[in-house]
């Protein structure tokens, strides 16, 4: 019943995305449309709960569509429940926030359509049993993203981030289906099941392994195949930013890990080395990217980059500690991994709906136009600022739970065998503190000159709260990060029937500790009990509110602030948001970014102001990309031929491709 319900909510929403075009004319068209949305999201979250928690059986079913030989094959089992709760609880609250939100959508008739057979595309791909169904699912979801990222394609800059959007998510689908035709072999045996009693050799494997990184890498935003996400995410409309971001990405990690964890059986400990050690690299420069973002929704895209690769470090340290034998460790190492996922959902999807709110109020997502929100959108201002805390990994929140349980599996790894993965382990235990410490730094930046201070902006100084759909749907996933902060048990155990079929454990039930108390491995080593953390926080802040405004004189006494002598009236004596990164830029910008700062000082007594100039370069796209795309012009162009070849050349070239394919199947075989 799990899986049919499912497959009936994705043909729910692709009827939807086809009732979209007639209905975008009408006024209320785009309530309809993210109305039936938020329903369909809301039957299919309950759907996939029911299948994580035991309520319904693992489920199968077969259609008769696809390959002749296959057909479709679609699977409800626990990996799949996690992972659509959280593709339909991101896409129910980005539908109930664009319920407000899409009264602002210039272009209604570009998104509706897109918007609901994206949603559609997720839950496909995470259902789909099979290579071909998979792949078929994972390049919808990839084309109607695409054009989402597209329907502001006049804006500046846009056209160019659907342009390697594209490029991007083509090389990825390549990777994917190089890595499950290695999979399938000679016979072709495309069904998950069938791959699964395969066992591949080692040599096979390897391929997998390095094509399934590229493939989900590339869509997820691992470093360096990142340089696609700081440019779609902030050009699509902000609720497909959040599913973007929030979902999308997880759905990457999804692939990663039916493959890496499931179809490929049991890689060794190289495997876990490689990805430990891309999940540290990108979860530094994920955060020194964003320190480097004076766009607030770039930053925010940056950081999608950052916690990705704190999840890809808790599914190399799994990997490693299963290659070892270590399988308790294994089951803390991927939980975390599993938890981060979710977390991850929750406050970005929050941060990307705050910054639609506060671009909806505003216009502006420079951060150095705003500033002074706090006064004008107090709602939205308090919600984001849940949202900085939690991503900021700061108690009781859930970004702390999962990053504290990640930092639990680093202390177990001086108990791995090889000393390769020792040091990695504990090199990277590193990067995740520093990386920790930056997005700490980054987000004081982001809610301090956004939301404090003085207006830099007439925008700003005019902004008004928005309306209630939206400021709902925020303050809602607002609750939910502090419920799996407080509650991070309950979490932890509905984990465990995933990490017991990937691993072969799970951790020990964690909700019948006494005071909610999480135990990953043992009193003796560990614990956090987030409950009373929240607590003592509330009851010290309540009691400080309380000796401040009752017990405190209740004369008022004003003095100006302290300004070195310089009184300045205006707004731009503020920080911004270039200057509060100044320092970390020159620490790390020099070395990673080549960052370079140009100074234009006046000579005296010309009234003209000062100017500062900083450039950064990416690495990434410097050296890897920038370099492909410049091969594959430089092939295209020479190629062009093949478009005037006579008949004859045509018939000779198909004959010769042909043979070789043949020779390559003998070969093969």
């Given at each position: 019943m799990g899986v049919v319900l499912g497959l009936y909510c994705s043909g729910t929403l692709l009827l939807a995305a086809i009732a979209a075009v007639p209905l975008g004319r009408a006024r209320l068209g785009s309530i309809a449309v993210y109305a039936a949305c938020l329903a369909v999201s809301l039957v299919a979250l309950i759907n996939a709960l029911a299948a994580l928690l035991g309520l319904a059986p693992a489920s199968d079913a077969v259609l008769p569509i696809g390959l002749p030989w296959l057909g479709a094959h679609f699977r409800l089992d626990p990996l799949a429940a996690f992972f659509l709760i959280v593709v339909d609880l991101g896409g129910a609250a980005a539908s109930l926030f664009a319920l407000g939100y899409g009264r602002h959508e210039p272009a209604p008739r570009r998104v509706l359509p897109f918007y609901a057979a994206f949603l559609a595309g997720m839950n496909l791909t995470v259902l789909a049993d099979d290579a071909f169904s998979f792949l078929l699912s994972w390049e919808f979801m990839s084309l109607t993203s695409w054009a989402l990222?597209?329907?502001?394609?006049?804006?500046?800059?846009?056209?160019r981030a659907g342009y390697v959007y594209l490029v991007m998510a083509s090389?990825?689908?390549?990777?994917?289906?190089?890595a499950f035709g290695l999979l399938a072999g000679p016979a072709g045996a495309y069904g998950f099941d069938a791959i699964r009693a395969a066992h591949p050799g080692e040599t096979a494997v390897a391929l997998v392994l390095i094509l399934a990184l590229l493939g989900a890498g590339s869509k997820a935003g691992l470093v360096p195949l990142h340089v696609w996400l700081p440019l779609a995410h902030p050009a699509a409309p902000s609720h497909v930013s959040a599913l973007m971001s929030g979902v999308m990405t997880k759905v990457a990690i999804y692939g990663f890990v039916r493959i890496a964890f499931d179809l490929l059986g049991a890689p060794g400990w190289w495997a876990g080395m490689t990805v430990l050690v891309l999940g540290g690299i990108t979860a530094v420069m994920g955060v020194l990217y964003a320190l480097m973002e004076h766009d607030l929704k770039r930053l925010l895209a940056y950081h999608t980059v950052e916690n990705i690769g704190i999840i890809f470090i808790g599914l190399g340290l799994s990997l490693a500690f299963r290659a070892d034998g270590m399988i308790l460790a294994a089951a803390l190492a991927l939980t975390a991994?599993?938890?981060?996922?979710?977390?991850?959902?929750?406050?970005?999807s929050l941060l990307f709906l705050g910054s639609g709110a506060v671009l909806a109020a505003t216009g502006e997502r420079n951060m150095d136009r705003l500033g002074g929100l706090i006064r004008r959108m107090p709602r939205t201002a308090f919600a984001f600022l849940i949202g900085c805390v939690a991503i900021s990994a700061l108690p009781p929140l859930n970004g702390f739970v999962s990053e504290w349980l990640t930092f639990q599996a680093i202390l177990l790894s001086p108990d791995l065998a090889q000393w390769g993965l020792r040091i990695a382990s504990v090199s990277v235990g590193a990067l995740l503190a520093l990386s920790a410490a930056l997005a700490a730094a980054c987000f004081v930046k982001a809610y301090g000159i956004s939301f404090l201070g003085r207006p830099r902006s007439?925008?700003?100084?005019?902004?008004r709260e928005v309306d209630a759909w939206s400021t709902g749907t925020m303050i809602l996933l607002a609750a939910l990060c502090l419920l799996a902060g407080i509650l991070p048990g309950f979490v932890i155990d509905a984990l465990a029937p995933l990490a017991r079929p990937l691993v072969g454990a799970n951790l020990p039930a964690q909700s019948?500790?006494?005071?909610?108390?999480?135990?990953?491995?043992?009193?003796?080593r560990s614990s956090y009990n987030g409950l009373l953390v929240f607590l003592f926080i509330a009851s010290?802040?309540?009691?400080?509110a309380f000796a401040i405004h009752r017990l405190a004189s209740r004369t008022l006494r004003r003095a100006p602030p302290w300004d070195c002598g310089f009184p300045e009236p205006s707004p731009f004596a503020q920080y911004s948001s270039v200057s509060f990164a100044q320092p970390i830029r020159r620490v790390?910008?020099?070395?990673?970014?080549r960052a370079r700062e140009a100074v234009t000082m006046p000579a005296p007594g010309?009234?003209?102001?000062?100017?500062?100039?900083?450039?950064?370069?990416?690495?990434?796209w410097d050296a890897i990309v920038a370099p492909v795309a410049r091969a594959v012009g430089f092939a295209a162009e020479r190629m062009n031929y093949l478009q005037f070849l006579t008949i004859r050349r045509y018939l000779s070239l198909v004959f010769a491709a042909l043979v070789a394919i043949l020779l390559i199947l003998a070969i093969w075989q």
């Open positions: 990222v597209m329907a502001h394609h006049r804006e500046r800059d846009n056209a090389f990825g689908t390549l990777a994917l289906l190089l991994a599993l938890f981060h996922v979710l977390n991850h959902s929750l406050f970005k007439e925008s700003a100084a005019r902004a019948a500790m006494s005071w909610l108390t999480i135990v990953p491995i043992a009193a003796s010290s802040g309540g009691l400080a790390f910008g020099s070395v990673v970014f010309d009234a003209r102001p000062a100017l500062l100039a900083v450039t950064l370069r990416d690495p990434a």
